[in-house]
Structure formats: C-alpha cells, structure tokens
C-alpha cells in the first residue's frame, strides 16, 4: 500500500530552526512535493525534489533521500506566521499525489 | 504566477439545494484539474481528477451523479453537488495543474460548505 508518516505535531520557538520528518512508502515514484496549510485555508505549494540532496529557496529548505523513503523539510529563523500544517506529498507512478495529515507546527515567542 | 481562483468562498443553504463551485487557473491553462473535500484535521481527500475535454475520473466511493464536474475549457472547472444535504458539509478544494504530469498543483482558496 502507500502511506505517509510525519509526526502529527510539532512545537518550535520564534527565531530557532526546525526539522519536519516524512517518511513514505509509494508505488512507483515521481518526485516529492511540501505544501503549507494555514488552518481553514487551501495548500501552498512549498517545494519540489526528485534528485536525492537539499533543495534550498530562502528559509525553507527540502532534502530527499529516495534509497531511504525519506524526506525532511526545514525552516529556519522561525516567524509566527510558520504556524500552519506542513504537507509531505510524494508523487506516485501514476503521477498522482499522496497526502498525509500533515504535521502541524506550532510557533511559540 | 500559477494563480487559481475558487468562488465562491462560503455557502450556507438549505437541504436540498445544488451547489456550483468554479475553479479558473488565471495565468496558466490547466490541462488536468483536481477536486478535494476535506473534513476538519484530516488529509485532503481527492473526490475526482478532470482533464479538459473529458469526463472526469472518480475515486472510489464518490458519486458520480452527485458531484458533478465538468471541464469544458483550458481555464475552468465547476463542481456542482447535486441535493446537498448536512453529510456534504465540508471544505472543498480545487487545485489545477499545468502542461506536464510533473507539475506542483496549484490550490484555490477552498469553498466552506455549510448544509442547514
């Protein structure tokens, strides 16, 4: 079967640095996409890698390791407005995408 | 760029009434169009995949004869619930994808449906 793990959730403070986990099993694979929900809004695509290493744009920067099934996302220099749900979303052989709960960040001062 | 508008926004209605929720991708043309509903803390789930010009592909367990989608055109998509009733209460979510199976999807801002 296909499935997502990340943990359900996650506590970081502003300014610091945290690391979101996605472990992933797919049938077939097509790359792995993160997207960003805010609470009652729509998904924002984040970043997208299909080679295994570390995609960087900006504060968010996101890591593949295919052999392994795993994938993280990384924030840095933390703001309140990180807080949101975090979508790890593989891509299966069919091209379609697979998604999680997701794991929701919480941003404390 | 990859701008997607869903409208509208929130609906409130009666039992019984058909629903119309448009989805246009502004600036790119959308060869392939999804539909998710998505109940409070869970995942999206996709209700159905239409590509322009055909019918749409369904997951299993939704119906089609209730949710119907059309893509007519290279920029929208509507999703009509038929009858809706309060089990069709839910955040549904519109996401359109570019030329290309390797494209990011790009979301609307999701419908808020409420069934009284």
């Known amino acids: 079967g296909q499935n997502i793990d990340q943990p359900t959730e996650m506590t970081a403070t502003e300014g610091a640095i945290v690391q979101i986990n996605c472990t992933y099993q797919?049938?077939?694979?097509?790359?792995l996409f993160w997207y960003q929900q805010h609470a009652g809004e729509a998904p924002t695509f984040l970043s997208y890698?299909?080679l295994d290493g570390l995609e960087e744009k900006g504060r968010f920067s996101s890591f593949l390791s295919r052999s392994k099934g795993y994938s993280y996302l990384l924030l840095k220099e933390l703001q309140m407005k990180d807080s949101a749900s975090y979508l790890c979303?593989?891509?299966?052989?069919?091209?379609?995408?697979?998604w999680g709960a997701g794991t929701k960040l919480i941003i404390k001062p | 760029g990859a701008v997607v508008s869903q409208h509208p926004s929130r609906v409130i209605c009666k039992s019984g009434t058909s629903v119309k929720i448009e989805c246009r991708s502004l600036?790119?043309?959308?060869?392939?169009m999804f539909w998710y509903r998505q109940f409070p803390k869970q995942s999206l789930m996709l209700m159905a995949t239409s590509n322009e010009g055909s019918k749409a592909t369904y997951e299993q367990g939704v119906e089609k004869d209730k949710f119907l989608i059309n893509h007519a055109s290279l920029t929208l998509s509507t999703l009509t619930v038929t009858s809706a009733h309060p089990e069709d209460s839910s955040f549904y979510i519109c996401s359109a994808r570019g030329t290309g199976e390797i494209q990011p999807q790009h979301f609307g801002d999701g419908t808020r449906l409420s069934i009284l």
């Open positions: 890698n299909v």
């Open positions: 797919t049938s077939g694979f097509n790359g």
């Open positions: 979303a593989p891509m299966d052989s069919n091209y379609q995408l697979i």
């Open positions: 600036d790119f043309q959308a060869t392939t």
